[in-house]
């Protein structure tokens, strides 16, 4: 938000977040430092109910009525041990779907029992309507005669291209800005057909080829924000490619 010219100030209050003990809010006794800047002044919700998830529901669905989110993105199973789970239920889901024509839904925990709401759900609640991505790869969804591709949204799309554009290019340091690049590197690279059926990356098949392009587009940032300690080639899409570890073994005899 801050590239398209939105102050950090007015970005943070585009964005609500649950925690543990419920809405982090201003003024919350014991509130760790990370979170103060996403505490705002609202009034407190009740701590999360672990034995009982569904409980919980209604006061995301009140938050989501009050606030009018684009996105949801849940990732308690990464952060909590015991993981929460269904913590989008259909209500929540109906919800942002009459609030949003494509409502996002990203229920990223893992593992699988852990996740918010599973794909199948998330498209049949909403009708056919959410943008949908898992912590975990799922198979297809097939709905009222349209078949859906649910995404994984996986650091594997990211992390090795962002690191071999800083291995290729001896960066002198890593910015965020180059994590950004991947990101909209990633998104430029699903077709509009897979875009029909709701995929949000590229296939992973494909990986290698995703790899060398994001990486090519981080590296050319590199270059352009003059961190690299290398010269700039004529052709740097090549220029990744010949750093690239191939698993090619030479006969002995």
Not at 12 to 38: E, S
Not at 49 to 59: G, K, R, Y
Not at 62 to 77: M, N, Q, R
Not at 91 to 98: D, I, K, L, N, T
């Amino acid at each position: 938000m801050g590239q398209q010219g939105v102050t950090p100030e007015a970005a943070r209050q585009k964005i609500r977040m649950f925690d543990t003990q419920g809405l982090v809010v201003a003024g919350r006794p014991g509130l760790a430092v990370h979170k103060l800047p996403y505490a705002h002044k609202l009034a407190p919700s009740k701590p999360f109910n672990h034995l009982d998830p569904a409980s919980e529901c209604p006061q995301i669905v009140a938050a989501i009525e009050d606030f009018k989110p684009t996105i949801l993105i849940g990732v308690s199973g990464n952060a909590l041990r015991a993981g929460v789970g269904r913590l989008f239920s259909r209500e929540v889901v109906e919800a942002m779907s009459r609030l949003n024509p494509r409502p996002i839904i990203f229920a990223l925990s893992n593992p699988t029992e852990h996740h918010e709401c599973l794909p199948e759900q998330a498209y049949a609640w909403s009708g056919g309507k959410a943008i949908y991505a898992g912590g975990v790869q799922f198979p297809p969804v097939h709905l009222d005669g349209r078949t859906f591709m649910p995404s994984q949204a996986n650091n594997l799309y990211i992390f090795p291209a962002v690191g071999m554009a800083i291995y290729a290019t001896n960066a002198k340091r890593a910015t965020d800005e180059m994590f950004i690049e991947a990101a909209h590197a990633l998104a430029d690279q699903v077709t509009p057909e897979e875009l029909k059926l709701g995929m949000l990356f590229p296939p992973q098949s494909n990986i290698l080829e995703v790899e060398v392009r994001t990486a090519a587009r981080v590296a050319r940032l590199v270059f352009d924000s003059g961190l690299a300690r290398v010269e700039r080639p004529a052709d740097v899409e090549a220029f990744i490619r010949r750093h690239l570890y191939k698993p090619e073994y030479r006969p002995l005899v």
